[in-house]
């Protein structure tokens, strides 16, 4: 009896060990990753200061370390266009689908929508080039915008369609007992009672097109002696910067490309942080 | 323009093979109140949704029968045109959580028309809170938002919004369930007066309130409605068993 119950606890003690063990050894490389950023970032970082967001990169054998600002700059504007693409036909389908949902227009956009999300981002990359870029005969960061809102799409459709069905029925009803339209409820009454749930899906599919790299690969172009040459020019972006600078065999670009990375982590920190307490936020 | 403001015949509504109406005949008088009395269950707060087509947005259900509302079909006309006449408050309060107080009972106004500019806007939300005894309370406060209020007053705020669109006909379900005994009252006494511009047909489970504010009553038992007619009949003497019972609070 005192045994069996010894042995239990001992079986349970060690399962809860192995447990314990092999999550430890799954996020390892991850915080070493991390680890790596904060500290090599971070020399970067500290050691340049807010001239890392203003200034233009270095040339290969300059001694200074200059900064990012067309890459955030170029990531900020295509990110923005590419959720002002998105983000009004994300919601458009996301609220014809749930409020008309047995219409075939929105059972065929749904399936449209949601297949977007099955593309390699690459795929998307090159059919831009191949329709975009090749016509205007110019890598642009319209170009790249295009793109990224491709990706963004079915993603910011997921969070509206979810901001559309957080709507109580009582205040579907409410809107529809007073003779409201489905657009006039959605103008007064959906959009302000789920604007929290709407927020968080900007956000959100914000930070997902910051994030991205292959998007951007074919159609954005690259841009480092100026900040900004016009949306129909190529131009620059964190992810790109990263990429292209990590692989160069120059030290002073591996150094930009460190502080670059954590500039990366930090901004989708605080945009990720500012979602969560948005979503926290949320009663009704 | 008929004499009636509603008339329903043979309605039948069946909700995924569950018949809940079976059969409804019913004429309302214009600025009369009618109330419809019945057990829980017996297709009451249905009816009511019929007449200004807020069952279009229950799935699965099938609608026979006639319903002409202020003299039309209301099959044949725009639902959203219908409900802005025929405006129903639900049993449960349902006031639109991110706006003012004020804005609450200030929408359906704009959107129907009602008010012209901001003065006039401020006079029918004054109006229309008074009717439901509301305006004392919330005077100080109309900017706040309804979650600072009582489930009585969320109820009371919800049929100023209804008031405020100025309907012809108001359809109310079970309007006073949260609402305490003197407010209560109160609102009653405002039904009859606001009997003067409009019809009112009001849905209870509870004999007593009939008894205060019917001017006609109908007793609906199992999608039929077993007995009608003016509400001191009915009450005085009730012909059918089921009434009888009913009224004596055995069913
Ligand atoms: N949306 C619905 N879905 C399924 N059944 C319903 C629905 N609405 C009403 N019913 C059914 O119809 C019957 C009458 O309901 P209801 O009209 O709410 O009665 P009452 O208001 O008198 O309590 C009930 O049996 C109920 O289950
Ligand atoms: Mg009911």
């Not at chain 1, 295509?78 to 689908?97: D, E």
């Not at chain 1, 599919?205 to 900040?227: D, Q």
Request: hydrophobic share 50%; proline share 5%.
């Amino acid at each position: 009896m005192f045994r069996s119950y010894f042995i239990r606890k001992l079986k349970n003690y060690l399962m809860l060990s192995l447990a314990i063990f092999v999550s430890v050894l799954a996020v390892i490389p991850l915080f070493s990753m991390l680890y790596m950023v904060i500290v090599e970032g971070g020399k970067v970082l500290l050691d340049a200061g807010l001239s890392f967001i203003t200034e233009l990169p270095p040339t290969p054998l300059s001694s200074s370390i200059g900064g990012v600002a067309p890459a955030l700059l170029g990531s900020v504007l295509a990110s923005t266009l590419a959720i002002a693409i998105s983000g009004p036909i994300a919601f458009l389908v996301a609220f014809f689908v749930t409020e008309f949902k047995n219409s075939s227009f929105s059972k065929i956009s749904e399936v449209v929508v949601r297949s977007f999300s099955g593309i390699p981002s690459i795929i998307v990359s090159m059919f831009v080039y191949s329709t975009v870029v090749m016509r205007m005969g110019t890598q642009s960061l319209f170009a790249g915008s295009l793109s990224l809102a491709i990706v963004a799409l079915p993603y910011a459709y997921v969070y509206f369609t979810s901001a559309m069905k957080s709507i109580p029925e009582s205040l579907r009803e409410a809107a529809m007992s007073l003779g409201m339209s489905r657009f006039k409820a959605l103008r007064y009454v959906y959009v302000g009672v789920s604007k929290k749930y709407i927020l968080t899906g900007i956000l959100m599919s914000y930070i997902k097109a910051f994030g991205e790299t292959a998007p951007l690969l074919f159609t954005m172009g690259f841009l480092m002696n100026s900040v900004f040459a016009g949306f129909l020019q190529p131009s620059n972006a964190l992810p790109i910067l990263v990429f292209i600078y990590a692989l160069s065999p120059y030290e002073v670009f591996h150094k930009v490309a460190w502080g670059a990375t954590l500039l990366l982590i930090i901004i989708y920190l605080v945009l990720f942080s500012l979602a969560r307490s948005l979503l926290k936020g949320v009663k009704l | 323009m008929s004499a009636y403001a509603i008339e329903v015949s043979n309605l039948r509504v069946r909700v995924r093979g569950l018949d809940v109406l079976r059969g409804v005949d019913l004429k309302v008088r214009r600025n009369t109140i009618l109330v419809i009395m019945g057990p829980s269950g017996s297709g009451k707060s249905t009816l009511l949704r019929t007449l200004n087509r807020l069952t279009d947005f229950i799935d699965g259900i099938n609608v026979e029968g006639s319903v002409v509302v202020l003299g039309r079909d209301v099959f044949t006309i725009d639902p959203c045109e219908l409900r802005r006449k025929v405006v129903l408050v639900s049993q449960e309060p349902n006031p639109f959580p991110h706006m003012t107080i004020f804005d609450n009972v200030a929408l359906p106004a704009k959107l129907n028309g009602i008010a012209r500019n901001k003065q006039e806007l401020y006079e029918v939300v004054k109006w229309a809170l008074e009717k439901v005894m509301l305006w004392d309370e919330v005077k100080n406060r109309l900017r706040d938002y309804p979650h600072s209020l009582s489930g009585g007053q969320r109820q009371r705020l919800c049929l100023a919004r209804a008031l405020a669109a100025k309907p012809e006909i108001l359809l109310l379900d079970e309007p006073t369930a949260n609402i305490d005994p003197s407010n209560t009252f109160k609102i009653e006494e405002s039904l009859r007066e606001l009997r003067e511009e409009l019809t009112i047909v009001m849905v209870t489970h509870m004999p007593h309130q009939a008894v205060r504010v019917a001017d006609h009553v109908a007793l609906l038992y199992d999608g039929i409605i077993v007995e009608e007619g003016p509400a001191k009949e009915v009450f005085m003497n009730p012909k059918n068993d089921i009434t009888n019972k009913f009224l004596r609070g055995a069913i």
